[in-house]
DNA sequence: TATTGTTATACTCTATAACTATA
DNA sequence: TATAGTTATAGAGTATAACAATA
């Protein structure tokens, strides 16, 4: 049991993190012009998780379905992924990684490295991670709440 | 001077902002249909900034002023703000909240405490402050480096 | 001539709904 | 009949470029 949280301070996260929406677009603009963000995001989880089926990486995502497959579809035609067949239901292809993909995604990684290292060049690395370590719980406790 | 902090450190936090898109879509959806989530940006920058002029307000929410421009109409027409002439120049009008505005602006705030409240429930006041403050840094290093 | 702001255009993201194919 | 995925459509965010009005 804990006492509780004043309201202002959650009026203050909410600003904050409609305040992020800049740091997005300007990560954004650092990919290449073949890679929009939603494409990157598919190769990003693709990576993390290893294939899937596209209900699976929608979830993960956290889009709708429908939105996740015109980003599949990109990604598939630049030879960023491979579809194979799922051999226990025709419906289903499995999604993975190609090599292509896989140094599209280094790229990109590398370019969002390079710009968060420039911007946070003077933060103490316990910031950085304490960030990360937050940003991660919130992403966890929203997709239990909604 | 500070030891250099490894790439994955970064890698890490550019997936976990990536991610944070989803709590930025669930707390848009809880907006009136009306005012949709740039014009509600507007009401927030000139509730806690007070009157000032297009180009500022653009430079403030950190997008295109031909952007803003249309936000800004969005939110006149409902008469959530009154553009009142500059006295020293022509070219520009004052944007200032109406009680309207305020009114709305009121409206999102709850709806959005509502949401945050409800999701971080289990959080410590600490960390939800520590994540305000991590993310307005982050804001303010990334305006100093783009 | 330079600056402030508006508007047209184009591209991306997203969700809903209708549809196809398979289970 | 139910489920996985695709596609059409519509609404929103954003930037670039062309433009109008004023400094």
Redesign the interface.
């Known amino acids: 049991m804990?006492?509780t949280?004043p309201?202002t301070?959650?009026?203050?996260?909410?600003?904050?993190?409609?305040?992020?929406?800049?740091?997005?677009?300007?990560?954004a603009r650092t990919l290449p012009p073949d890679c929009p963000?939603g494409p990157a995001?598919v190769l990003?989880v693709l990576d993390?998780h290893g294939e899937m089926r596209l209900s699976r990486l929608a979830e993960l995502?956290?889009?709708d379905i429908s939105v996740t497959s015109r980003h599949v579809t990109h990604v598939a035609e630049h030879g960023w992924i491979a579809r194979d067949a799922d051999p226990g239901d025709g419906r289903c292809r499995i999604l993975r990684l190609t090599p292509a993909g896989r140094a599209v995604l280094g790229e990109i990684?590398a370019r969002?490295?390079d710009?968060?290292?420039?911007?946070?060049?003077?933060?103490?690395?316990e910031?950085?991670?304490?960030?990360?370590t937050?940003?991660?719980?919130?992403?966890t406790?929203?997709?239990?709440?909604?």
Chains 1, 2 share one sequence.
């Open positions: 804990q006492a949280i309201a301070h959650y009026e203050e996260l909410a600003r904050r993190l409609t305040g992020i929406g800049a740091v997005k677009r300007d990560l963000p995001a990003t993390r995502l956290a889009v990684t969002h490295t710009a968060l290292a420039r911007a946070l060049a003077d933060w103490p690395v910031d950085v991670t304490a960030l990360s937050l940003l991660g719980r919130l992403r406790s929203f997709s239990n709440s909604f």
